[in-house]
């Protein structure tokens, strides 16, 4: 079982920068793969970054690349997501997720998620 905690949201300006945590914990926290989805107001939950259990591979969302990077320190079993060149757009709530392998992060089966962290980009 693995428990996920964010933090690192806040409030930011277009162009700005902020990056997100995610702390895990458990017995098989170690084991799984780990990654971000958001939720913008009134739209579905969306697949933003992901990265595998040993940080080697790393799956990025299109609308993100060149702007958002997902990295990970197996020592703290921390993932965090840094994201630059905020957009209006990205104004979401940012979820941590992890799930036993990277093929399966954008689409599950999911093994835990956590809380979300809100992002909010002002112009």
């Known amino acids: 079982q693995v428990q996920l905690v964010e933090s690192g949201g806040g409030l930011v300006q277009v162009g700005g920068s902020l990056r997100l945590s995610c702390a895990a914990s458990?017995?098989?926290?170690?084991?799984?793969?780990m990654g971000w989805f958001r939720r913008a107001p009134g739209k579905e939950r969306e697949f933003v970054a992901a990265?595998?259990?040993?940080?080697?591979?790393?799956d990025h969302a299109d609308f993100v690349k060149g702007r958002f990077t997902v990295t990970r320190d197996n020592a703290l079993n921390t993932v965090y997501l840094q994201t630059n060149d905020l957009k209006p757009e990205d104004t979401a709530i940012y979820y941590c997720a992890a799930a036993y392998g990277l093929a399966a992060m954008r689409n599950g089966p999911f093994a835990s998620w956590g809380q979300g962290t809100q992002v909010t980009v002002s112009s």
């Open positions: 458990g017995p098989t926290s170690s084991s799984v793969a």
């Open positions: 990265i595998s259990r040993d940080g080697i591979n790393t």
